[in-house]
């Protein structure tokens, strides 16, 4: 079955700072890549999403993702981070078809 | 887009009691549901998927006889905590994959306490 790492427990930055948060999976078909946002007390939602054509993905807010397949890595960009940029991150895989796995998630904490 | 939905939000309960928990797709049809668990500060972990009509498939280690889903329709999945006790105090998430689209959409989590 599909696994996902996430190196980063805990990422503190100051604003303006560039962020980068690690994903990397494990399954040699194809699968659809996601970065999910949780902000505190709140519920999922989705920042960004690959299932296929450009490898460099565009999501909401501001935020990026680069899709390398010969890395099986899918890391998590922004330029410049805010304060309310401060959440917690998960990274997501699934093959078509088959259920979404979760990594353990990276806390970003920005300070003002 | 595609909203799910779950009802209640919240939940207390006393250790020894069952909650049922529903998840409904709005405005979509959803051949497969899951079920996640998300303890305080760290992931989600999914627990099982339940298909339209059929019986859950449960991740390993977690109690099918304690954790019941039923999966009655294309838009409704329930979850229920059979004699819950202290510890299976968590937030419980629940996603519904559209059958046109196949993509996966996640509600916004139930919040059970028991005491």
């Known amino acids: 079955a599909q696994s996902v790492s996430q190196h980063n427990h805990h990422v503190i930055l100051s604003e303006a700072a560039s962020l980068e948060l690690g994903c990397n999976y494990s399954y040699g078909g194809t699968v659809n890549l996601f970065w999910y946002v949780q902000y505190p007390g709140q519920h999922l939602q989705l920042l960004l999403k690959y299932f296929s054509g450009d490898p460099l993905v565009k999501g909401i807010k501001g935020f990026e993702a680069e899709f390398i397949k010969s890395k099986f890595s899918f890391n998590l960009r922004k330029p410049s981070v805010q304060w309310s940029d401060t959440a917690e991150y998960f990274c997501?895989?699934?093959?078509?078809?088959?259920?979404?796995?979760f990594g353990a998630g990276t806390r970003l904490t920005v300070k003002p | 887009g595609a909203v799910v939905s779950q009802h209640p939000s919240w939940v207390i309960c006393k250790s020894g009691t069952s909650v049922k928990i529903e998840c409904r797709s709005l405005d979509f049809q959803a051949t497969t549901m899951f079920w996640y668990r998300q303890f305080p500060k760290q992931s989600l972990m999914l627990m099982a998927t339940s298909n339209e009509g059929s019986k859950a498939t449960y991740e390993q280690g977690v109690e099918k006889d304690k954790f019941l889903i039923n999966h009655a329709s294309l838009t409704l999945s329930t979850l229920t905590v059979t004699s819950a006790h202290p510890e299976d105090s968590s937030f419980y998430i629940c996603s519904a994959r559209s059958s046109v689209s196949y993509e996966q959409y996640f509600g916004p989590g139930t919040r059970l306490t028991v005491t």
């Open positions: 997501a895989v699934n093959a078509p078809n088959n259920d979404m796995r």
